[in-house]
T-cell receptor, first 111, second 114 residues
Framework: TQLLEQSPQFLSIQEGENLTVYCNSS?????LQWYRQEPGEGPVLLVT?????EVKKLKRLTFQFGDARKDSSLHITAAQPGDTGLYLC???????????FGTGTRLQVFP | KAGVTQTPRYLIKTRGQQVTLSCSPI?????VSWYQQTPGQGLQFLFE???????NKGNFPGRFSGRQFSNSRSEMNVSTLELGDSALYLC?????????????FGPGTRLTVL
């Protein structure tokens, strides 16, 4: 059973476009992380959000944690080819403290 | 500071065999977690070790086992391999045992079962 659903599954856009990736669950998480994975490598942490309603900005990337700590979103402004990769959300379960990964969103940005 | 290293990087086995994968965490990190990544199921949590003790376990059969040594290095073993075990196995280390801690991933071991 996949506890964290990401949408869309695939995204193919032109350089300069904006996009939003969603990460949804019926479970509550004590914190939520976003990772990016490139081919042949392991995922690399982009951000951790802890407080419900929290918004964090990392240059052109904006991350939001839902008020109820069940969902999150990643918004990229003016996407660049270097943003291409697999984006994964990961939530730390409140009851078990396990880190559960989302289904992933594969982003391709064309020049 | 050296990153997480995994050996071997690639492995080809046949059904019924067993395999051992190795992970060396970042120096000073005491938590090591293992994940299985496949195109169909995504990244699935296998288990986490902290101070040589299994702290958490995912929903995998008993054929999947692991251990951690006193120097925090970890090994993962899969016995009686099945075709469906073909996957990228990722190891991640963290400073302490908490699901919310940043996980530092290695490049993975690509296992192919024929």
């Amino acid at each position: 059973t996949q506890l964290l659903e990401q949408s869309p599954q695939f995204l193919s856009i032109q350089e300069g476009e904006n996009l939003t990736v969603y990460c949804n669950s019926s479970s509550v998480f004590s914190s939520l992380q976003w990772y990016r994975q490139e081919p042949g490598e392991g995922p690399v942490l982009l951000v951790t959000v802890v407080t419900g309603g929290e918004v964090k900005k990392l240059k052109r990337l904006t991350f939001q944690f839902g008020d109820a700590r069940k969902d999150s979103s990643l918004h990229i402004t003016a996407a660049q080819p270097g943003d291409t990769g697999l984006y994964l959300c990961a939530g730390a379960q409140e009851d078990t403290d396990k880190l559960i990964f989302g289904t992933g969103t594969r982003l391709q940005v064309f020049p | 500071k050296a990153g997480v290293t995994q050996t071997p990087r690639y492995l080809i086995k046949t059904r019924g065999q067993q395999v051992t994968l190795s992970c060396s965490p970042i120096s000073g990190h005491r938590s090591v977690s293992w994940y299985q990544q496949t195109p169909g199921q995504g990244l699935q949590f296998l288990f986490e070790y902290f101070s040589e003790t299994q702290r958490n376990k995912g929903n995998f059969p008993g054929r999947f086992s692991g251990r951690q040594f006193s120097n925090s290095r970890s090994e993962m073993n899969v016995s009686t391999l099945e075709l469906g075990d073909s996957a990228l196995y990722l190891c991640a280390s963290a400073r302490s045992a908490s699901g919310g801690n940043e996980q530092f991933f290695g490049p993975g071991t690509r296992l192919t079962v024929l």
